[in-house]
T-cell receptor, first 113, second 118 residues
Framework: DAKTTQPPSMDCAEGRAANLPCNHS???????VYWYRQIHSQGPQYIIH???NNETNEMASLIITEDRKSSTLILPHATLRDTAVYYC??????????????FGKGTHLIIQP | NAGVTQTPKFQVLKTGQSMTLQCAQD?????MYWYRQDPGMGLRLIYY???????DKGEVPNGYNVSRLNKREFSLRLESAAPSQTSVYFC?????????????????FGNGTRLTVT
């Protein structure tokens, strides 16, 4: 699987846009970029995913660079409830090996009042 | 629509005891997964089931067994619990799997079982 690099922590003021970067410079052509978040004591929550086009849903926007080596998750109007660990994951199919998603350590986003 | 339901939410075992963690999904998903999460670490895949009747090992399968009981249910069994198995266990599922849609199928997680082995 392609490795991802995220800052360990970030702060953002409530009401502002939170922009979470992710580097995945070794991504290959058939791998999707997924974003999940985990609020303390809960299961990971799916946010959004994409291949090469920018994506938007009711939770967030995903901006993927043209060379696909990095992406940014945007929470347009952060609230205190968005405080969580955010995981950027590149998903690959390994054929006969382990399936699923490989989680790294993510970015701890803290929304400040 | 409950999504992925895990039982129990909390459990305390003594070393050597056995137990089964239950997981059920109501989204008609074919693939199901078991992960564990330890403090300061990311989630690690224990076992997965691509479809009913099949199971495969993940990254950390030792000390665990699984059963895909039917399409809805995927259980994780600890035959002889050890303190190293103290963790939070998450079950997940994703929609029917073919190569074409594999990459395009998010996993949906339950809220976990918190297991302590003393």
């Amino acid at each position: 699987d392609a490795k991802t690099t995220q800052p360990p922590s970030m702060d953002c003021a409530e009401g502002r846009a939170a922009n979470l970067p992710c580097n995945h410079s070794t991504i290959s052509g058939n791998e999707y970029v997924y974003w999940y978040r985990q609020i303390h004591s809960q299961g990971p929550q799916y946010i959004i995913h994409g291949l090469k086009n920018n994506e938007t849903n009711e939770m967030a926007s995903l901006i993927i660079t043209e060379d696909r080596k990095s992406s940014t998750l945007i929470l347009p109007h952060a609230t205190l409830r968005d405080t969580a660990v955010y995981y950027c994951i590149v998903r690959a199919y390994s054929g006969g090996g382990a399936d699923g998603l490989t989680f790294g350590k993510g970015t701890h986003l803290i929304i400040q009042p | 629509n409950a999504g992925v339901t895990q039982t129990p939410k909390f459990q305390v075992l003594k070393t050597g005891q056995s137990m089964t963690l239950q997981c059920a999904q109501d989204m008609n998903h074919n693939s199901m997964y078991w992960y564990r999460q330890d403090p300061g670490m990311g989630l690690r895949l224990i076992y997965y089931s691509a479809s009913e009747g099949t199971t495969d090992k993940g990254e950390v399968p030792n000390g665990y067994n699984v059963s895909r009981l039917n399409k809805r249910e995927f259980s994780l069994r600890l035959e002889s619990a050890a303190p190293s198995q103290t963790s939070v266990y998450f079950c997940a599922s994703s929609r029917p799997r073919t190569i074409e849609i594999f990459y395009n199928s998010p996993l949906h997680f339950g809220n976990g079982t918190r297991l302590t082995v003393t």
